[in-house]
């Protein structure tokens, strides 16, 4: 059917970054198993692009496809815009209202220390911000409850999603698929999407790469920072094309299929 | 006079699913004619038309992402459906075991038809002739619906 075609890139971000490779921890899903994809929620999922021709052979329509990258172990993307900061600021006010309880008490009672160590805990960690990972830069960490996040070691944290940087590979080389970037007003996608128009008149199956940029969390020189790191995964196209034909007659076009009679 | 006649099937899919009816604002009609047809924007159009023009219908989802394709269009006896003259499309079922490997045999491969056809000049003037527009969105049980209120009517 002629809808638009949904390629959803489910990473375990958590894991990708501890083993380094997008392989096992990538799950694809399509919305075309009706028309023939195989292996679903599997990272070999083979997408099914039905063409169609007509009968002096040229492309009757266009098929779109887009990508979506998900990330498994993040804050939902359907939370509001601003949630990182609100969630920062609540959890500096509160540090800040129990700085001042704390300086309004009577003096040397001796769990000084232990209360601010409890409030520098409530504070949790400000990334530091570097050119490369501007967007993600001055936010606090938080885990996936949205909660801030002071100790590190634990992997508690949330990963901010991953983001696809370019779809390259066979498909495009030879031609089958046009990828490009564009802008959208759909924050849900980070305001930009992957799309691609697709010549389904070459049959056949064919491997596409999706260059994926993950962020991994990094202490240096004292600073917690986002790092960005690339990885690769390959997914495949099995594009087919048959003819198009009159609903009618199954053939080419004639009259419709009035009955005189019923209405003499 | 126009040489073709089209006719847009709007299909809210996810409503008409969720329904399990096409009426209700899940579906409309609306024709380019020349004439003056009535009920444009409704399941209930009667498209004007005169006898040699094309006519040819084709379905538009809503939500580009939900799947819609005609399953069949099937004109109606004078006697409000009650013989229902079999013409749905031919190229139905029979083609299924040369269909290609893959899950497209289960779509029927509805999205290679082209519903169209050419006015005959039989039709008795002013009357409209109904039609029963059948609709598949995805498969199972529940994914075909349809409607027998839209018409043709000759000029």
Redesign the interface.
């Known amino acids: 059917?002629?809808?638009?075609l949904?390629i959803i890139v489910l990473v375990d971000v958590g894991s990708a970054l501890e083993s380094r490779t997008l392989t096992g921890n990538t799950y694809l899903f399509d919305?075309m198993?009706?028309?023939?994809?195989?292996n679903q929620g599997t990272g070999e999922l083979v997408t099914?692009v039905?063409g169609?021709y007509w009968s002096d052979g040229s492309q009757a329509?266009e098929q779109v496809l887009n990508w979506l990258p998900y990330s498994l172990g993040s804050i939902p993307p359907t939370v509001p815009r601003g949630y990182h900061t609100t969630r920062a600021r609540q959890a500096d006010q509160e540090a800040l209202a129990e700085l001042a309880a704390l300086a309004n008490r009577p003096s040397a009672n001796g769990d000084t220390d232990a209360a601010l160590a409890r409030i520098q805990k409530s504070v949790g960690t400000r990334v530091r911000t570097t050119a490369r990972t501007r967007a993600l830069s001055g936010q606090k960490v938080l885990d996936v409850t949205g909660q801030v996040v002071s100790d590190h070691g634990q992997g508690a944290h949330s990963y901010p999603a991953p983001v696809i940087t370019d779809i390259f590979g066979e498909a495009v080389d030879e031609k089958i698929i046009y990828p490009a970037e564009y802008g959208s007003p759909d924050l849900v996608t980070d305001g930009w999407y992957w799309s691609a128009t697709v010549d389904t008149s070459r049959p056949g199956t064919y491997v596409y790469k999706m260059r994926i940029q993950l962020h991994e969390l990094i202490q240096r020189a004292g600073d917690w920072t986002w790092e960005p790191v690339n990885l690769t995964c390959e997914s495949k196209l099995?594009i087919?094309s048959?003819?198009?034909?009159?609903?009618?007659?199954?053939a080419g076009?004639?009259?419709?299929?009035?009955?005189?009679a019923?209405?003499a | 006079m126009k040489p073709q006649v089209n006719i847009a099937v709007v299909v809210d899919v996810i409503g008409a699913l969720s329904d399990r009816t096409l009426q209700g604002g899940n579906l409309c009609l609306i024709d380019d004619g020349a004439f003056d047809s009535k009920g444009q924007g409704t399941p209930g159009l009667c498209t004007v038309v005169t006898p040699g023009q094309?006519?040819q219908w084709s379905a538009l989802?809503v939500d580009?992402?939900?799947?819609?394709?005609?399953r069949?269009?099937?004109?109606l006896?004078?006697d409000e459906g009650a013989?229902v003259?079999e013409?749905a499309?031919?190229?139905e079922g029979?083609?299924e075991g040369a269909a290609?490997?893959?899950?497209?045999a289960?779509?029927r491969?509805?999205?290679?038809?082209?519903?169209?056809?050419?006015?005959?000049y039989?039709?008795?003037p002013g009357?409209p002739?109904r039609y029963r527009l059948e609709l598949q969105m995805?498969?199972g049980e529940h994914s075909v619906l349809h409607i027998d209120s839209p018409a043709?009517m000759c000029l």
């Open positions: 059917m002629a809808q638009q949904a919305n198993k009706l028309q023939g994809s195989v099914a039905n169609a329509g099995r087919t048959q003819p198009r034909r009159n609903g009618f007659t199954g076009v004639g009259y419709l299929p009035i009955a005189p019923t209405f | 094309v006519v989802a580009l992402q939900t799947p819609v394709e005609i069949s269009i099937t004109f006896g004078a013989s003259t013409y499309g031919e190229g029979e083609g290609p490997a893959g899950g497209r289960e779509g491969q509805l999205d290679l038809n082209v519903w169209s056809g050419v006015v005959p039989f039709m008795t009357v002739y995805y498969e043709l």
